[in-house]
C-alpha cells in the first residue's frame, strides 16, 4: 500500500476547531469538561489521550510579511496532532507488539494488546501519545485507519472548511507542500517553511507522515525544534563505550607492562 499522511498549511487556518470536534466524534473520544484555561481560546491547551486533534492559538505582538495591521500584531493558528514518524519512538519503545506500523505506514496502537506500561509516552519526542485515566491505556490519532481501511480520508481533513489539513499520498502531499510554499515565498511571506516534511528537515524522526508549513519557529507553536527519537542515539553511545573500553584495556596494559619493566 501507499504511505499517507496529512500535510497541514498553518497559514490557511482559522482556528474554527472543526477538526477536533470531527475527531472526537468520530472516535468517540470524552470530552475534556467545561475548562477555561483564560490562555486565548484554547480550551484544550495540548494533544491528550482523549484529544487526537489540538489547534493551537498563538499571539504574537509581530505582523507577518506584508501585513498591515494597527499595531504589530498577529495570529498564529495550527492544528496539531500525531506526527506518525518515519521512525516512531512509541513503536520501538513498545515491548508488548500493541503499536504496529500499518498498511498506509502509519503508527497505530492495538488497544487490546496495549497493557499500559507508559514506555511510549516518555519516548515520543512531541508529547502526543499518552495514557487514559479511566483505563490506564495509551491513546493517540489512529490517522483514522478504519476509515482509510473503507477508503475514506480522516474526520478532520473531512471537515476542515479551509484546507488547511490536506489527506493523501505522502509524495503527493510534499508535492503540494512545496508549491505552496514558493507560493508564499513568492508573496513576500518568507518567514514560511515546511517543518519535518523528509528525512533531511528533521533527522531525528527520519521525516514526518504528518508535516507542517509554518509561519514561525516551532517553539512558537509548541513544537520541538530538533525532535529526536530516543534510539536514534543508541549506536553512537554502544560506539562511545567501545572505544571508552578500549582505552582502559589499553591503559591496564601499560600499567602491568610498566610494573613488569620496574621489576627487573
Same mark, same amino acid.
Given at each position: 500500500?501507499? %504511505?499517507?499522511?496529512?500535510?497541514?498549511?498553518?497559514?490557511?487556518?482559522?482556528? &474554527?476547531?472543526? &477538526?477536533?470536534?470531527?475527531?472526537?466524534?468520530?472516535?468517540?473520544?470524552?470530552?475534556?469538561?467545561?475548562?477555561?484555561?483564560?490562555? #486565548?481560546?484554547?480550551?484544550?491547551?495540548?494533544?491528550?489521550?482523549?484529544?487526537?486533534?489540538? +489547534?493551537?492559538?498563538?499571539?504574537?505582538?509581530?505582523?507577518?510579511?506584508?501585513?498591515?495591521?494597527?499595531?504589530?500584531? #498577529?495570529?498564529?493558528?495550527?492544528?496539531?496532532?500525531?506526527?506518525? &514518524?518515519?521512525?516512531?519512538?512509541?513503536?520501538?519503545?513498545? =515491548?508488548?507488539?500493541?503499536?504496529?506500523?500499518?498498511?498506509?505506514?502509519? +503508527? @497505530?496502537?492495538? =488497544?487490546? $494488546?496495549? *497493557?499500559? &506500561?507508559? @514506555?511510549?509516552?516518555?519516548?515520543?519526542?512531541?508529547?502526543?501519545? *499518552?495514557?487514559?485515566?479511566?483505563?490506564?491505556?495509551?491513546?493517540?490519532?489512529?490517522?483514522?485507519?478504519?476509515?482509510?481501511?473503507? !477508503?475514506?480520508?480522516?474526520?478532520? %481533513?473531512?471537515?476542515?472548511?479551509?484546507?488547511?489539513?490536506?489527506?493523501?499520498?505522502?509524495?503527493?502531499?510534499?508535492?503540494?507542500?512545496?508549491?505552496?510554499?514558493?507560493?508564499?515565498?513568492?508573496?513576500?511571506?518568507?518567514? %514560511? @517553511?515546511? @517543518? !519535518?516534511?523528509?528525512?533531511?528537515?528533521?533527522?531525528? /524522526?527520519?521525516?514526518?507522515?504528518?508535516?507542517?508549513?509554518?509561519?514561525?519557529?516551532?517553539?512558537?507553536? *509548541?513544537? =520541538?525544534?530538533? =525532535? /529526536?527519537?530516543?534510539?536514534?542515539?543508541?549506536?553512537?553511545?554502544?560506539?562511545?563505550?567501545? $572505544?571508552?573500553? %578500549?582505552?582502559?584495556?589499553?591503559?591496564?596494559?601499560?600499567? +602491568?607492562?610498566?610494573?613488569?619493566? !620496574?621489576?627487573?
Amino acid at each position: 500500500m501507499t %504511505a499517507t499522511g496529512f500535510f497541514t498549511d498553518t497559514s490557511v487556518c482559522i482556528g &474554527c476547531k472543526a &477538526c477536533e470536534v470531527a475527531c472526537k466524534q468520530w472516535n468517540q473520544l470524552p470530552a475534556d469538561g467545561n475548562f477555561f484555561s483564560g490562555r #486565548s481560546y484554547d480550551n484544550t491547551i495540548h494533544l491528550e489521550a482523549t484529544t487526537w486533534r489540538h +489547534v493551537a492559538f498563538v499571539e504574537r505582538s509581530l505582523q507577518l510579511s506584508g501585513q498591515i495591521t494597527a499595531r504589530p500584531f #498577529s495570529w498564529l493558528l495550527m492544528s496539531d496532532v500525531c506526527k506518525h &514518524c518515519e521512525r516512531a519512538g512509541c513503536l520501538e519503545a513498545c =515491548p508488548t507488539g500493541a503499536i504496529v506500523r500499518t498498511e498506509f505506514e502509519s +503508527v @497505530y496502537v492495538q =488497544p487490546d $494488546v496495549c *497493557n499500559g &506500561c507508559g @514506555y511510549c509516552v516518555v519516548c515520543c519526542p512531541f508529547g502526543v501519545i *499518552n495514557r487514559r485515566e479511566d483505563d490506564g491505556r495509551a491513546w493517540k490519532c489512529t490517522l483514522c485507519y478504519d476509515r482509510q481501511k473503507a !477508503g475514506g480520508e480522516p474526520a478532520c %481533513a473531512k471537515a476542515c472548511p479551509t484546507d488547511s489539513i490536506t489527506f493523501g499520498k505522502l509524495d503527493e502531499l510534499r508535492e503540494i507542500a512545496r508549491k505552496r510554499l514558493e507560493l508564499l515565498h513568492s508573496r513576500g511571506v518568507h518567514e %514560511a @517553511y515546511l @517543518y !519535518g516534511m523528509t528525512d533531511d528537515d528533521q533527522p531525528g /524522526t527520519e521525516g514526518l507522515h504528518a508535516f507542517f508549513l509554518l509561519l514561525d519557529r516551532p517553539e512558537a507553536y *509548541n513544537l =520541538p525544534p530538533k =525532535p /529526536t527519537v530516543p534510539t536514534k542515539g543508541v549506536g553512537a553511545s554502544w560506539g562511545t563505550m567501545g $572505544v571508552a573500553a %578500549a582505552g582502559m584495556v589499553a591503559a591496564a596494559v601499560a600499567a +602491568v607492562r610498566f610494573v613488569e619493566g !620496574g621489576k627487573k
